[in-house]
């Protein structure tokens, strides 16, 4: 029985390449002669997923389903969504302008209905594997249940295939029982610069089946499939199946004449084959050629149908090619290839699409308007509308439960500070979710999933435990627990996180995500945690141990630059507390600032966007040191959180103060304390927050600039108590550029001392001595910073 939709959606195809291509000459049109903008790459790659995502979101999509969109297929995506309703006319006109459709999707830039950023190659497509294992997590809690399962979606260009983090991810994926996965991978078989490697198709299909995963292989069209069955039609298979890559696309850049002589050659005079080619004109004949199975709607219907049927992860190879339908299809070159004018304009005619009617929503196309409206509207996938669901704040607590030990480092403060959350049957230890990539334990979420368990969705018997051999450590997986184990690999950290994180947004159900891992390696998943923040999700990473202060380690595992990028990741705010009653204020505040999406305005008191939200990075140290006896006032956990107060305020006659920040404050301190005899009114600044202190300064000076004369930020509050001729000593186990701004602030003579080279092994005594920020240092630093008479407890180099 013949599809009914199919006419309608083979419509639908031709307008959408349309659009799409449209949008595109437009944008290089307009920006031509300003800025040099070329969207090549847009051109090719788009035409190739026409027809595979005419299929999906014009009949196999359902409201429930989740799709990363490949980043180059950006302007098919904005076209089916203009022709949904989602997108408008002036958006399509500005691609790639300033507000206008984003060149790759984009959750938090575009308007339409994206479900996963993309554009960092390959980044995409392992979120939805890790968005579909969240969604296990949040259905085996009982939570979500009034919607049907999705399946998670990601169109994937073959050369994204070279990415190493989307192996990464299956292995996860396969670790932790994948279900409800579509990997669609878009076999055009050229990348960037190149022409994909013969033989390729059989090593990814090999790889998805050790991983359980089925392999469905979209390589022959209907056309093609009756031709083969044509007398002469299986000697076509195998030349099709022997043919190299570079020559199909080449062929079909050429077209049928180039198809015709070159099927001659190789196969002419066998009778029956002759007789299949010269049965069909050249046109008919490169259209033969042309019908793989990724363009053929039919196989494409009946394939991801079939798949609906059963929740096994699947891999669909579909052979296309790239550019098709367009004059520069099958061109190696075509990445980087523009239409010219000349070439737009015979496909406006051969589309019957009128001058000046180019952006109508039916124009050209047979069918009646009605029915195509009738349709769209009827389409499964927009039944709902928008899927951005909302998700109820979390209650959080007025302050968490500050462990009472005369000494701690903050690694073991946070272990403790959330095994006493653990404890409680509220809803916080409910939404809390940890995962750590196998550095749970030296991380200390230990004690937290003894109380909380791992996850799994069957039950897993924790042997050790039913061969009654002692152990610390309780690891009972279940369905009821709430710590997801991953292996060693940051970027599946990083990714699995951004899935946590949009939880309320994707599933409708709020998560409070925490990951652990050791400090330095956060460059390892630098790219998986850029794209999380890209997209607004929302986590906690606590990142520990942290910089040379774990000294027998040696530089592989000692961390520098990490406060830079604290400080320069967008929807990142990041924290260095030294004392854990720091700590516990800043994650009482950070449970509370993941929910949040307020307003961009800034606070007209700290002059930063803490209405908008985002998520916290906590850098914290296995370091030891003597916690402070005091009351944590409101005051004081308003500037904790704000970024800095004042240990010790300076007097009115100070010559010097020194501001540190994390594990270096025994050394601040005591060399505050030994400076006091031979410097006046030192002042002891404690920055718990570099990040916020700098952000804030930044966006009250841009505010006076506008005319706020009034705008004075936490870190200006601050040094104006600070004389002018006082200097500034900054201190931290981290790059100094973290702290060497302070002296722009108010235009004080600044020191900074800090790690700039990779670490040795020692203790830590040797290693603050040997980078330079030991207390002695601290002292030298002042006294050649602020001259005056000689500091007497100061020690010879």
Known sequence: MTDARLPVLAELERKILWLATWTIHNANHLRANTDGLKVGGHQASSASLATIMTALYGAVLRPEDRVAVKPHASPIFHAIQYLLGNQTREKLENFRGYKGVQSYPSR??????????????????????????VQDYVRAKGWGTERPEGRMVALVGDAEMDEGNIFEALLEGWKHGLRNTWWIVDYNRQSLDAVVREGLWSRFEAIFRNFGWDVVILKYGTLQQEAFAEPGGEALRRWIDDCPNQLYSALTFQGGGAWRKRLTDD???????????DRRSDEELAALMANLGGHDLPSLLAAFEEARSHDRPVCFIAYTIKGFGLPLAGHKDNHAGLMTPTQVETLRQSMNVREGHEWDPFEGLSLPAKTLKSF?????FAAKGRRRYQAPEVGVPAALTVPAQPAMSTQQGFGLILHEIAKGDTELARRIVTTSPDVTVSTNLGAWVNRRGLFAREEMADTFKAERIPSTFNWNFSPSGQHMELGIAEMNLFIMLSALGLSHSIFGERLLPIGTLYDPFIERGLDALNYACYQDARFIVAATPSGVTLAPEGGAHQSIATPLIGMAQDGLASFEP?????LATVLNWSFSYLQRSGEAEPDETTWLRDAVGGSVYLRLSTRSIEQPQRAMTPALAEDIINGAYWL??????AQVVVAYSGAVAPEAIAAVGLMGEDRRDIGLLAITSADRLNAGWTAASRARERGLVHARSHVERLLAEVPSHCGLVTVLDGHPATLAWL?????????????????QTGTIADLYRHHGIDTDAIVQAASALVPGRPIRHLRSA
Request: glycine share 14%; proline share 4%.
């Open 108 to 133: 938090t830039k575009d308007t339409d209905d994206v479900d996963f950023s993309t554009g960092s190659v390959g980044l995409g497509v392992a979120q939805t594997l890790f968005s579909s294992l």
């Open 267 to 277: 196969l002419g005079d066998q009778g029956d084959v002759s007789r299949l080619i």
């Open 376 to 380: 769209l509207a009827a389409v499964p």
């Open 578 to 582: 030294a004392f854990v009653d720091e």
């Open 648 to 653: 010790r305020r300076p007097g009115p006659n």
């Open 743 to 759: 002296g722009s602030v108010n235009g004080h003579r600044t020191r900074s001392l800090g790690v700039e080279h990779f670490g």
